[in-house]
Nanobody, 124 residues
Framework: QVQLVESGGGLVQAGGSLRLSCAASGRTFSSLAMGWFRQAAGKEREFVAAISRSGGSTYYADSVKGRFTISRDNAKNTVYLQMNSLKPEDTAVYYC?????????????????WGQGTQVTVSS
């Protein structure tokens, strides 16, 4: 089993920045591909970003490319999502997800473990 705990959400003005963190436990962190998803009110949960086990490969949704950066620190068992130039449409609950795989999925169903989510609200 893998436990994931997100933190770092909050209220920010448009154009501002936030950094989300996700701390993992229960399994060797470097064996996990990691992803971030988000779910706005009344919408489906959607892919935001993902990172390979070593951190050498990263993937982004087109809507966040150039504004968000995913990274990981395997020594700290933590994955991060740096969010810059935030827009009101980025408002959502952000979820961290993990999969024991060398493959880095970008679909919700491919992930085995999920955190409880952290709210990000961007005001205009």
């Amino acid at each position: 089993q893998v436990q994931l705990v997100e933190s770092g959400g909050g209220l920010v003005q448009a154009g501002g920045s936030l950094r989300l963190s996700c701390a993992a436990s229960g399994r060797t962190f470097s064996s996990l591909a990691m992803g971030w998803f988000r779910q706005a009110a009344g919408k489906e949960r959607e892919f935001v970003a993902a990172i390979s086990r070593s951190g050498g490969s990263t993937y982004y949704a087109d809507s966040v490319k150039g504004r968000f950066t995913i990274s990981r620190d395997n020594a700290k068992n933590t994955v991060y999502l740096q969010m810059n130039s935030l827009k009101p449409e980025d408002t959502a609950v952000y979820y961290c997800a993990a999969r024991t795989s060398a493959v880095v999925p970008m679909t919700r169903r491919a992930y085995d473990y999920w955190g409880q989510g952290t709210q990000v609200t961007v005001s205009s």
